[in-house]
């Protein structure tokens, strides 16, 4: 690794993969944040004087960075770190504060009289303090419950999240005899590459209550998400625009290509409307494919590894194409959208050998949200590489809290289709219930965003899959109209679509609430 250090403003720069980031600064001050970047960045100053070379340094060690202050006059130097998501972090020093914000994956603090202040999503980390004395002064966030130890071997405080709930970081802290330590509440970011499944619920109601950024109104936009009043998706109109994704197949199945505006006639409520858009193969598409890497696929992990490096291949110069994971029962962006191809494959070949719990639906929230809802105007995909088998469905580990019913209901509205790619859980005919049931909720799950499932029993059933992925996404069109009745009330609208050319078939959403 090549490493630069600029003096008097004092920024370094580092490209890295996950590894321990140590700062080392036994009088001054430490704060480090985690960012969405890719870099470490440093920067020094001093409240006795201007910074000169020498008084920090930033070199890898033994496949670790090190970052150090040493000034030769022994004046104080404060370092203002920021490391990228993942990696892990060890920060010493004697008389000096420190201060973390953000979602470690890991940290340590090592301090004799230093005060303490971490800024953490306490529902996703848990913490362990132990020092010579208690400090002069704690503060711990409103809310959470933390257990406080006093021995004559010294004082501890380590926090009291339930042994089975979802958590990510760990931070530990030794110390002498702190002045001060304060435990600051945050929301786990939304720039974090990881989310807890818990988060799924409260960011499904958001999404179904609040419209999706859209960005500036244009003539013609798209619906967005409203609040749930009903059992039947949600929509609400702030531009008087309804954006259908319709998949469009010849009465042999195959993608029928090259339809215009004139081809397709909308059905609102029995009511002809006027199409004011049909688009397909001009218009990219934003591609997520979800892995489901829980201990339940394990056996499947290479096919699951072949099978996302096939659908990149297959993605068409125009596309983005997403990476995400379900792992270590937690949700996990490895890319987000991007056209770059050598670098997602690169990203496939370097999954480790992960597993974990299988709450499914919750993790089918979070992908969606993580980019595509964010697109409602874009074509938008999401392929699901799974078994099916959510905790919900099995009886036991980390089970989803949202309900299948509830995220089927959601995917009517869903400005995505989804295509899981059932990879069957057993070999044995008849398989369990269990399995029958994984599968047929994975066929509702498509049908009701107007997709489609693709079982594959083997690597060779995937050779076909693809094939077929790829000529689904060549029968895509995006179509929009602008509504007759434009009495928003709330009420729902059925709406069919449909293409004027002999055996032709459509499938899309079967309707919307009108707000």
Known sequence: MHWRLFLYVCLAGLPLPASIIQVVNAHGNVAVRVTAGDRVQVRSSSPA?????????????????????????????????????????????????????????????????????????????RIKLESDRAPETLIVPEGYKFSRFSSASGWALADKLDAMRVAYGVITVKAGSPQRVELVDIPVPRDSPVKMPWQAPALLDQMLSQPAAVGKPKVADTVS?????????????????????????????HPLMGLGSA????????????????????????????????????????????AARQFVRIARAQD??????????????????????????????????????????????????EELYERPSERNAMIVITDGV?????????????????????????????????????????????????????????????GRMFPARSLR???????????ELRSVYSVSYSPNNQDFNGAWRNVQVRVNSPGAKVRTRTGYLAR
């Open 49 to 125: 004087r201007a910074i000169v070379r020498g008084d920090a340094s930033l070199r890898e060690e033994g496949g670790q960075v090190l970052i150090t202050a040493q000034p030769s006059d022994g004046a104080r130097i404060d370092l203002d770190v920021q490391v990228p998501y993942g990696n892990g972090v060890k920060v010493e020093t004697k008389a000096g504060s420190v201060d973390l914000s953000g979602l470690f994956a890991l940290a340590l603090i090592i301090t004799d009289t230093g005060a303490v202040r971490v800024e953490a999503p306490w529902a996703a980390t």
């Open 225 to 253: 998400a409203g609040p749930e009043k009903t059992n039947e998706s949600v929509f609400r109109l702030d531009v008087r625009m309804v954006n259908l994704t319709a998949t469009v197949n010849d009465a042999n199945g």
């Open 263 to 306: 081809d397709f006639s909308v059905i609102e409520d029995g009511v002809p409307q006027k199409v004011r858009h049909a688009g397909s193969e001009e218009v990219p598409f934003n591609l997520v494919l979800l892995l489901d890497l829980s201990g339940s696929t394990q056996r499947e992990r290479q096919a699951m590894k072949e």
């Open 320 to 369: 983005r194409v997403a990476l995400y994971a379900l792992a270590n029962d937690q949700f996990h962006v490895i890319s987000r959208l991007t056209s770059d191809r050598q670098r997602l494959i690169a990203m496939i070949d370097a999954i480790p050998q992960v597993s974990g719990a299988s709450p499914l639906y919750d993790i089918v929230v979070l992908s969606y949200a």
């Open 390 to 450: 959510d905790n919900q469905v099995y009886g036991v580990g980390t089970p989803s809290l949202v309900s299948f019913k509830k995220l089927r209901r959601a995917a009517e509205g869903f400005h995505a289709l989804l295509y899981p790619v059932f990879l069957s859980p057993f070999d044995l005919l008849p398989p369990p219930r269990w399995a029958r049931k994984a599968r047929d909720q994975m066929e509702q799950l498509a049908s009701a965003s107007g």
């Open 461 to 471: 059933d995937l050779d076909r899959v693809y094939e077929l992925v790829a000529e």
